[in-house]
Nanobody, 122 residues
Framework: QVQLVESGGGLVQPGGSLRLSCTAS????????MAWYRQAPGKQRELVAV???????NYADSVKGRYTISRDNAKNTVYLQMNTLKPEDTAVFYC????????????????WGQGTQVTVSS
C-alpha cells in the first residue's frame, strides 16, 4: 500500500514564501511524473507544476518565476518552493505522483496526497 504525506502549508503574508513537501512510502519500484495541483474555494483543481523522472519541469503561467518544483528520488519526495506569494495563491495544494509498483507494470498508478492548506493574507 502506497501512502503520500504532505507537509509545509500554512498562513503567510503576501510576498512571503512557503515550501511544500510530499513523500511517498510503501512498496514502490519507481516514480514517473510528480506534480502539484491546487484548488481554490469555488474553483476547479488546477495543475500548478510538474516534474518528470528526468527532471524536466513545467509550470502554470500564473506561477512561473515564483514557484520551483524539485524532487529527491532517493527520498521519494517532491517539493514545491513558493516565493512572492499572493492572496490569489490561497488554495488547498495536492501532490500527485505517478507510481510504478513493479518492473513489469506498463502504466503507473496515480496517487494523491491528502492536501495542505496554503493561505496568503495580511
Amino acid at each position: 500500500q502506497v501512502q503520500l504525506v504532505e507537509s509545509g502549508g500554512g498562513l503567510v503574508q503576501p510576498g512571503g514564501s512557503l515550501r511544500l513537501s510530499c513523500t511517498a512510502s510503501g512498496k514502490i519500484f519507481s516514480i514517473n511524473n510528480m506534480a502539484w495541483y491546487r484548488q481554490a474555494p469555488g474553483k476547479q483543481r488546477e495543475l500548478v507544476a510538474v516534474i518528470t523522472s528526468g527532471g524536466d519541469t513545467n509550470y502554470a503561467d500564473s506561477v512561473k518565476g515564483r514557484y520551483t518544483i524539485s524532487r529527491d528520488n532517493a527520498k521519494n519526495t517532491v517539493y514545491l518552493q513558493m516565493n512572492t506569494l499572493k492572496p490569489e495563491d490561497t488554495a488547498v495544494f495536492y501532490c500527485n505522483l505517478q507510481i510504478l509498483l513493479r518492473p513489469s507494470q506498463t502504466a503507473p498508478y496515480s496517487y494523491w496526497g491528502q492536501g495542505t492548506q496554503v493561505t496568503v493574507s495580511s
